[in-house]
C-alpha cells in the first residue's frame, strides 16, 4: 500500500505544528471514519493509532453522539452560560463530571479545549490566593517536557522548550523544574519562597513531550510536596483523562488528592471541541461564599458550557460506561507494551516506553535522527503507507488507539509499525554507507 496523499498547489489553510513547506502543497485529506479505522478520499484505509491526538478513546463513527449532538442544535443551537444563563447539557456535564471527581466540593468550569482549562486553572490558582490575602502568590511550575496547550499561560509553562521559544516576554513568575525529581520541585519552591508559589502543573503521563511515565513514586511525592507548602497541584489530565490510564481522569491512578484537574479530548471523544476544570471546593471557596458581592471571576470563553458540546460529552460518558472502556485503558496496557516490545530489538530503535495506559511511545536510535534528516516524519509517512496513522514526537512516535481496539488489533498495530521501521531502513541503510 502507498498512501494517498493529495499534491495541493498554493492551499491557504495554515496548519498547526506543522512544516508549511511540506504540507502547504501535500495533504493527506481524510474523509471519513469507522472505529479505530479513518479511510482518506481515496478510499485508503488507515488504522488510527493517534486516537486523532489522544481524543478519539471511544472510536470513530460513534452515531450515539452525533445524533445528540444534532438533537441538542434543533432544539436549542447555541446560548451562552455567562451569569444566570444555563443549559440543560451544561448542568448535566458539571453535575456528571463532580460526582466522579477525586476532589472534595468539586466545581467544573467548561471551556473551548485543553488549552483554554490550563489558562484558567493558572488564573485561578492566582486569583485564589490573591483573595485569601496572598497576591504574592503567583509563581507557577511545570515540569520539563510538559506540554500545557498553545494559550498564554500554558506556553509559559511548557515544559517542551521549543514550544516556550521564539513568543518574545510572555508571562512572567514561571519555571520549570526536571520532569521526574520531586525534591527539585521542593528546591525550586524553597528557591522563589514558598510564600510567593501558587501552583505545579503536572501532566501525570507526559503525552506530547514524547510518553514518559512517571517514575515509581513520583506522583505521591509531588502531591505531598506541593501539601506541605501550600502549593496548589493542578494535573493535567488533557490527555490521561477519559479511560487514557484505566480511570475517568487518570490522576485517579495514584492515590492523591490534586486541587484542580484539567480534562479536554476524551470527554467528547473529540467529536466536539470541549474543556472542563475540576476544581476542588476548598480553591472554589472565595467564590462561592453564597454572599451577594462576592468576588467574581472575570473569566471565561464565549464557548463556555457550549450546549451541543456538552451533549456530546454526555453521549460519550454514556458510552464509555456502557461499554466499560473506562478499564480498557489500563486493561489493554500489557498487551500494547507486548505488541511494541519487538521493536526494541530494532538497531533503529532507541527507547520503547509502554506499559502505563493504552499509550506508548517508540523513539527512533541516535544514530537514525544524527543522519537521517526529518527521520521522524520520514518514519511517520513509512508508518502511513504500511496502514497506519501514528503521531511524530521530538523523537520518535506515539501510539494511542481507541480504547475500543481488540487485543487482536493491538497485535496488528504492533506489526503495521514495524512494516513501517522496515519501509524506513534502507534509507537509513543508505544514509548510514554514505557517512
Ligand atoms: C497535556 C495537554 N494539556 C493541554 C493540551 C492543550 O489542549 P488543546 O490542544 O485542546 O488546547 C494538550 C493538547 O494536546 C495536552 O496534551
Known amino acids: 500500500m502507498t498512501d494517498a496523499t493529495t499534491i495541493v498547489r498554493d492551499h491557504p489553510l495554515w496548519h498547526p505544528f506543522s512544516d508549511m513547506g511540506t504540507v502547504g502543497t501535500e495533504k493527506l485529506v481524510l474523509d471519513r471514519g469507522e472505529g479505530i479505522w479513518v479511510y482518506d478520499t481515496q478510499d485508503r484505509r488507515y488504522m488510527d493509532a493517534t486516537a486523532s491526538l489522544w481524543c478519539a478513546n471511544v472510536g470513530h463513527g460513534r452515531r450515539e453522539i452525533s445524533q445528540a449532538v444534532a438533537a441538542q442544535l434543533d432544539q436549542l443551537d447555541t ?17 456528571r463530571l463532580a460526582a466522579l471527581s477525586p476532589m472534595d466540593d468539586t466545581k467544573v468550569f467548561l471551556g473551548s479545549g485543553g488549552g483554554d482549562m490550563l489558562d484558567t486553572a493558572a488564573k485561578i490558582a492566582r486569583a485564589h490566593f490573591a483573595q485569601r490575602g496572598q497576591p504574592q502568590r503567583t509563581h507557577l511550575i511545570s515540569r520539563s ?27 512572567p513568575d514561571v519555571s520549570v523544574v526536571a520532569r521526574d525529581d520531586a525534591r527539585a520541585l521542593e528546591d525550586e519552591i524553597l528557591r522563589v519562597g514558598p510564600d510567593r508559589v501558587a501552583a505545579f502543573f503536572c501532566e501525570p503521563v507526559i503525552g506530547a513531550g514524547g510518553v514518559h511515565h512517571p517514575v515509581d513514586g513520583y506522583i505521591e511525592a509531588v502531591a505531598d510536596v506541593c501539601q506541605r507548602y501550600g502549593v496548589l497541584f493542578v494535573a493535567d489530565c488533557v490527555i490521561c483523562g477519559f479511560g487514557r490510564l484505566g480511570t475517568w481522569f487518570g490522576i485517579d491512578r495514584w492515590p492523591v488528592e490534586p486541587d484542580m484537574i484539567a480534562v479536554a479530548k476524551g470527554i467528547t ?4 471541541p470541549l474543556g472542563a ?11 462561592f461564599t453564597g454572599e451577594p458581592g462576592a468576588p467574581v471571576l ?18 460519550t460518558m454514556d458510552i464509555l460506561e456502557r461499554e466499560e472502556l ?37 523513539d527512533l536510535a541516535s544514530h537514525v535522527v544524527e543522519s537521517t534528516p526529518g527521520a521522524v516524519a520520514i518514519l ?52 548510514a554507507a554514505s557517512r
Open 79 to 95: 446560548f451562552n452560560i455567562f451569569g444566570d444563563y444555563a443549559n440543560q447539557p451544561a448542568l448535566d456535564v458539571a453535575a
Open 269 to 272: 471523544g473529540g467529536t466536539m
Open 380 to 431: 511517520q509517512r513509512r508508518c502511513r503507507e504500511a496502514g497506519i496513522l501514528v503521531r511524530p514526537l521530538i523523537r520518535g512516535i506515539a501510539v494511542s488507539p481507541p480504547l475500543t481496539i481488540t487485543p487482536d488489533e493491538i497485535v496488528e498495530l504492533g506489526a503495521l509499525i514495524a512494516e513501517g521501521f522496515a519501509r524506513l531502513e534502507p534509507l537509513v541503510a543508505r544514509n
Open 298 to 315: 472575570r473569566h471565561g470563553q464565549t464557548y463556555a458550557g457550549h450546549p451541543a458540546c456538552c451533549a456530546a460529552a454526555m453521549a
Open 145 to 171: 517536557l510538559g506540554y500545557h496547550g498553545t494559550h498564554g499561560l500554558g506556553t509559559s509553562l511548557a515544559g517542551i522548550e521549543a514550544n516556550g521559544a521564539g513568543w518574545g516576554r510572555l508571562v
Open 277 to 287: 476544570l475540576l476544581v476542588s471546593g476548598h480553591v472554589a471557596a472565595p467564590f
Open 326 to 362: 473506562i478499564g480498557r485503558g489500563e486493561g489493554l496496557e500489557q498487551a500494547l507494551a507486548n505488541a511494541l516490545r519487538p521493536l526494541a530489538e530494532n538497531p533503529m530503535v532507541g527507547e520503547v516506553r509502554a506499559g502505563l495506559g493504552l499509550m506508548a511511545g517508540v
